[in-house]
């Protein structure tokens, strides 16, 4: 039997993805139309053996997400926990703590996933990969080529061609080291446990040594990229299994809208009647286009390509929506133009209003390039990106909103540009 | 009577659109700007104009003919050879200005206003002074020339250009009545009537000014010309209303040729004109703008303070602000940003524009 774990982290993490998961934790972002993590559940579900997926981080029992795990268990067929770290543990020291939970059962491989990246998530391929190439105890990280410079900001990875063995794991590295870098999905066997717990018993042993410790340093904290990949590169342990499937991570609001397109691209092939498709009386679609069937979207609108539009949204007449995301209960009056935005929960866009963005999109002329991560100022000017409403905003009629961030329950009463608006 | 319209060279002020098209036959209010001037003359009985102009143009030229039929006056060209300022072309026109004898008219050709003629001819007639200037008053007469005169007869004293403390709020108009002895004081050369000859003029007490009632603009840049626009509408509510469009979806002072189509749900106004043969198709927002002949805004645009060139496509969920031009021709495809932005003609616009800049 399998299992898998998903990692969803906690509230002092995804600062990047405000002033959004002020209202809704990250996982639970709509992306395409469902919760983040939902994708990855559906991907674990589907893998033959699949017994139980569990759900770990240091969120504070929410119910926003206890609701989410009943419904996918309801719909996915499958038990899904949640597991609640007593503290931030790192992607290693989480899975440690509650290895027995894991354990249970008796599984023979575990998969290990973030919940901020989006992926084909080809886990039966991981499956088969280890099958054919290492032995049934080795573990497999999932791994994707990057660009030379895009790849310092990743776990970069340097293998045998042949064997496709890890040998070497730098995270993050200053120089350039390879440019194959890691997805953040792997595939483990329970011995992985006795190489976190090597790293567990140094770290005790090195607070022990170090006198003064000022509480922050735990044992406990344990790093699976930084502590045991690199240890594990080159013992014949770990391998890589590369794929040319899409991925992407969704760390900024901006990567959601680029995260969507790919699974929007993904549902023609796996989840056609979640695309919304032209019909008489309907509006007029182009391209990829998710609505949830509570919204009501007047016959005149143009959607998309790559837009999501969520529960109980109502769209008017004349609208025109490209390239974003609009959540739940908001409301386009006619003729307004949204372009590279996410419309947050229950915000009012007024009529021939025009809310843009800058997409932060790949280079599209480079099949390696990843979407860059940003930094929100450069030289002290808001970097171009995507425009975000948060929850409950109201933006008057007529107006222009470009490249700019407006925090929750907002009520604008003039155009902005390139601000963020507290 | 006689009258001399300073036309001048290139209108590189009011460009892109008069490099599709001579200055004085640009449409403001749905009619060339010359029109304006040329019917207010002949309402106060001028019969001959002499257009001045430094570069010739055909096009100018068969119109003029044209307008001689419509009107029944007739239109010269004095064509300079180099610019000659605001007198060399008085001097140049010198037999034709001074045939009749009578006092004759002078006006810059960029000025729009209620054109008070036959007031300004009764009035210079009345003081026997050599010249009348027409004067406008201004909130903020730092920015120019001010005109200095007696309250009771109107003789000018003095003029002070940029005053830094107040001496008069009113500014020279730039239209003007003179007997034909003002042509002694004027060479044929480069000359500014404003500096070199009217300071004498008033050191003589030649000059008086009469107060112009109503508006008045200098029309000569998109941004005065849209102002001027505004202005003329509210003029026009006083004294035509019927001229203007009403019903609905039409908001404030509006006005549309009867050849130009608008669709439905739109909001038009205020302070918009629409050109012949324009196509405004459903849903479009357009407010303080001239819509020039031919041009089609598609649907669900907004539109404010722009100059809309004649031929135009402009696609739709366009936002065009902040005094935008396009030139004659211009496309501006489908759900673009223009911020300012001067487009030359015969453009294919396919990026937005957020910042203030000329498209070439």
Same mark, same amino acid.
């Given at each position: 039997?399998?299992?898998?774990?998903?990692?969803?982290?906690?509230?002092?993490?995804?600062?990047?993805?405000?002033?959004?998961?002020?209202?809704?934790?990250?996982?639970?972002?709509?992306?395409?139309?469902?919760?983040?993590?939902?994708? @990855?559940?559906?991907?674990?579900?589907?893998?033959?053996?699949?017994?139980?997926?569990?759900?770990?981080?240091?969120?504070?029992?929410?119910?926003?997400?206890?609701?989410?795990?009943?419904?996918?268990?309801?719909?996915?067929?499958?038990?899904?926990?949640?597991?609640?770290?007593?503290?931030?543990?790192?992607?290693?020291?989480?899975?440690?703590?509650?290895?027995?939970?894991?354990?249970?059962?008796?599984?023979?491989?575990?998969?290990?996933?973030?919940?901020?990246?989006?992926?084909?998530?080809?886990?039966?391929?991981?499956?088969?990969?280890?099958?054919?190439?290492?032995?049934? /105890?080795?573990?497999?990280?999932? +791994?994707?080529?990057?660009?030379?410079?895009?790849?310092?900001?990743?776990?970069?990875?340097?293998?045998?061609?042949?064997?496709? $063995?890890?040998?070497?794991?730098? $995270?993050?590295?200053?120089?350039?080291?390879?440019?194959?870098?890691?997805?953040?999905?792997?595939?483990?066997?329970?011995?992985?446990?006795? @190489?976190?717990?090597?790293?567990?018993?140094?770290?005790? &042993?090195?607070?022990?040594?170090?006198?003064?410790?000022?509480?922050?340093?735990?044992?406990?904290?344990?790093?699976?990229? &930084?502590?045991?990949?690199?240890?594990?590169?080159?013992?014949?342990?770990?391998?890589?299994?590369?794929?040319?499937?899409?991925?992407?991570?969704?760390?900024?609001?901006?990567?959601?809208?680029?995260?969507?397109?790919?699974?929007?691209?993904?549902?023609?092939?796996?989840?056609?009647?979640?695309?919304?498709?032209?019909?008489?009386?309907?509006?007029?679609?182009? +391209?990829?286009?998710?609505?949830?069937?509570?919204?009501?979207?007047?016959?005149?609108?143009?959607?998309?390509?790559?837009?999501?539009?969520?529960?109980?949204?109502?769209?008017?007449?004349?609208?025109?929506?490209?390239?974003?995301?609009?959540?739940? +209960?908001?409301?386009? /009056?006619?003729?307004?133009?949204?372009?590279?935005?996410?419309? +947050?929960?229950?915000?009012?866009?007024?009529?021939?209003?025009?809310?843009?963005?800058?997409?932060?999109?790949?280079?599209?002329?480079?099949?390696?390039?990843?979407?860059?991560?940003?930094?929100?100022?450069?030289?002290?000017?808001?970097?171009?990106?995507?425009?975000?409403?948060?929850?409950?905003?109201?933006?008057?009629?007529?107006?222009?909103?470009?490249?700019?961030?407006?925090?929750? @329950?907002?009520?604008?009463?003039?155009?902005?540009?390139?601000?963020?608006?507290? | 009577?006689?009258? *001399?319209?300073?036309?001048?060279?290139?209108?590189?002020?009011?460009?892109?659109?008069? *490099?599709?098209?001579?200055?004085?036959?640009?449409?403001?209010?749905?009619?060339?700007?010359?029109?304006?001037?040329?019917?207010?003359?002949?309402?106060?009985?001028?019969?001959?104009?002499?257009?001045?102009?430094?570069?010739?143009?055909?096009?100018?030229?068969?119109?003029?003919?044209? #307008?001689?039929?419509?009107?029944?006056?007739?239109?010269? =060209?004095?064509?300079?050879?180099?610019?000659?300022?605001?007198?060399?072309?008085?001097?140049?026109?010198?037999?034709?200005?001074?045939?009749?004898?009578?006092?004759?008219?002078?006006?810059?050709?960029?000025?729009?206003?209620?054109?008070?003629?036959?007031?300004?001819?009764?009035?210079?007639?009345?003081?026997?002074?050599?010249?009348?200037?027409?004067?406008?008053?201004?909130?903020?007469?730092?920015?120019?020339?001010?005109?200095?005169?007696?309250?009771?007869?109107?003789?000018?004293?003095?003029?002070?250009?940029?005053?830094?403390?107040?001496?008069?709020?009113?500014?020279?108009?730039?239209?003007?009545?003179?007997?034909?002895?003002?042509?002694?004081?004027? #060479?044929?050369?480069?000359?500014?009537?404003?500096?070199?000859?009217?300071?004498?003029?008033?050191?003589?007490?030649?000059?008086?000014?009469?107060?112009?009632?109503?508006?008045?603009?200098?029309?000569?840049?998109?941004?005065?010309?849209?102002?001027?626009?505004?202005?003329?509408?509210?003029?026009?509510?006083?004294?035509?209303?019927?001229?203007?469009?009403?019903?609905?979806?039409?908001?404030?002072?509006?006005?549309?040729?009867?050849?130009?189509?608008?669709?439905?749900?739109?909001?038009?106004?205020?302070?918009?004109?629409?050109?012949?043969?324009?196509?405004?198709?459903?849903?479009?927002?357009?407010?303080?703008?001239?819509?020039?002949?031919?041009?089609?805004?598609?649907?669900?645009?907004?539109?404010?303070?722009?100059?809309?060139?004649?031929?135009?496509?402009?696609?739709?969920?366009?936002?065009?602000?902040?005094?935008?031009?396009?030139?004659?021709?211009?496309?501006?495809?489908?759900? =673009?940003?223009?911020?300012?932005?001067?487009?030359?003609?015969?453009?294919?616009?396919?990026?937005?524009?957020?910042?203030?800049?000329?498209?070439?």
């Amino acid at each position: 039997m399998l299992k898998a774990v998903i990692l969803i982290g906690g509230p002092q993490k995804g600062t990047r993805f405000r002033p959004l998961s002020f209202e809704v934790p990250k996982p639970l972002f709509p992306v395409a139309g469902v919760p983040m993590v939902q994708h @990855h559940i559906e991907a674990c579900a589907k893998v033959p053996g699949m017994k139980e997926i569990l759900l770990m981080g240091f969120y504070q029992p929410h119910e926003a997400l206890s609701r989410f795990l009943v419904s996918a268990q309801h719909e996915f067929k499958i038990p899904i926990r949640y597991l609640q770290e007593y503290a931030a543990l790192g992607t290693g020291g989480g899975i440690y703590h509650f290895r027995d939970q894991i354990l249970s059962g008796g599984p023979e491989a575990f998969f290990v996933l973030n919940a901020d990246v989006c992926s084909e998530f080809p886990l039966q391929e991981m499956l088969d990969f280890r099958q054919q190439h290492g032995d049934m /105890h080795s573990f497999v990280i999932l +791994g994707t080529t990057a660009n030379r410079t895009q790849a310092l900001n990743y776990g970069c990875i340097v293998a045998n061609a042949d064997t496709h $063995e890890v040998l070497h794991y730098v $995270e993050k590295p200053s120089t350039f080291v390879s440019e194959i870098i890691n997805c953040g999905i792997y595939l483990f066997t329970p011995t992985i446990f006795q @190489h976190i717990g090597n790293v567990f018993q140094r770290n005790q &042993q090195e607070l022990v040594l170090e006198e003064n410790s000022n509480g922050w340093h735990r044992a406990e904290v344990i790093r699976l990229e &930084q502590d045991v990949f690199t240890a594990l590169a080159g013992s014949g342990k770990l391998y890589v299994y590369k794929t040319d499937g899409f991925w992407s991570q969704i760390k900024s609001a901006g990567s959601a809208i680029y995260a969507s397109r790919l699974y929007l691209n993904q549902y023609s092939q796996c989840h056609p009647e979640r695309l919304a498709q032209n019909k008489p009386g309907g509006p007029i679609i182009r +391209g990829n286009v998710y609505i949830h069937p509570t919204a009501s979207i007047d016959s005149s609108a143009v959607l998309g390509p790559n837009v999501s539009i969520g529960k109980g949204v109502t769209v008017g007449a004349g609208v025109r929506v490209r390239e974003s995301i609009v959540l739940h +209960g908001a409301s386009l /009056h006619d003729h307004t133009c949204v372009l590279n935005t996410i419309v +947050g929960w229950d915000s009012t866009i007024g009529r021939w209003a025009r809310v843009e963005g800058t997409p932060s999109d790949p280079n599209p002329n480079d099949p390696y390039a990843k979407i860059d991560s940003e930094t929100l100022f450069r030289d002290g000017q808001l970097t171009p990106s995507i425009t975000i409403l948060g929850c409950s905003v109201t933006i008057p009629a007529e107006v222009v909103i470009l490249n700019s961030i407006v925090l929750p @329950h907002k009520e604008l009463s003039r155009s902005y540009k390139n601000q963020i608006i507290l | 009577m006689r009258a *001399l319209i300073l036309v001048g060279g290139y209108g590189t002020r009011l460009r892109p659109l008069t *490099l599709s098209t001579p200055k004085p036959l640009v449409e403001f209010c749905n009619k060339a700007l010359l029109l304006h001037q040329l019917e207010a003359l002949r309402q106060a009985g001028v019969s001959h104009v002499v257009l001045a102009v430094s570069y010739m143009s055909e096009v100018l030229e068969a119109a003029m003919r044209e #307008q001689e039929q419509r009107l029944g006056i007739r239109i010269s =060209l004095s064509h300079e050879k180099e610019p000659l300022g605001t007198a060399g072309p008085l001097a140049l026109a010198r037999d034709l200005l001074a045939e009749d004898g009578e006092p004759f008219f002078v006006l810059n050709s960029d000025v729009i206003c209620e054109f008070p003629f036959t007031a300004l001819a009764c009035f210079h007639r009345h003081h026997g002074g050599e010249g009348s200037l027409v004067v406008t008053r201004v909130e903020e007469p730092a920015k120019y020339g001010v005109v200095v005169s007696e309250p009771e007869t109107g003789r000018i004293c003095r003029f002070v250009e940029k005053p830094r403390v107040f001496v008069s709020n009113k500014i020279n108009a730039g239209l003007y009545i003179f007997s034909p002895g003002i042509l002694r004081r004027i #060479q044929l050369r480069p000359t500014s009537i404003e500096k070199e000859i009217f300071p004498a003029m008033a050191q003589e007490g030649q000059l008086y000014a009469m107060e112009l009632q109503g508006f008045w603009m200098d029309i000569g840049q998109p941004k005065d010309f849209l102002t001027g626009m505004c202005m003329y509408l509210q003029a026009l509510r006083a004294q035509h209303p019927e001229r203007l469009h009403s019903g609905p979806g039409i908001v404030g002072n509006v006005l549309v040729d009867p050849s130009a189509k608008i669709g439905a749900n739109c909001i038009i106004g205020p302070n918009v004109t629409i050109g012949a043969g324009v196509v405004v198709e459903d849903g479009v927002r357009i407010k303080r703008c001239t819509v020039l002949k031919g041009a089609r805004i598609r649907s669900h645009s907004w539109l404010e303070s722009c100059i809309v060139g004649w031929s135009c496509s402009v696609g739709q969920w366009v936002r065009m602000e902040n005094v935008t031009v396009l030139g004659e021709d211009v496309i501006v495809n489908d759900e =673009l940003y223009l911020n300012g932005a001067n487009v030359l003609p015969h453009k294919s616009i396919a990026e937005s524009v957020p910042e203030p800049r000329i498209i070439m």
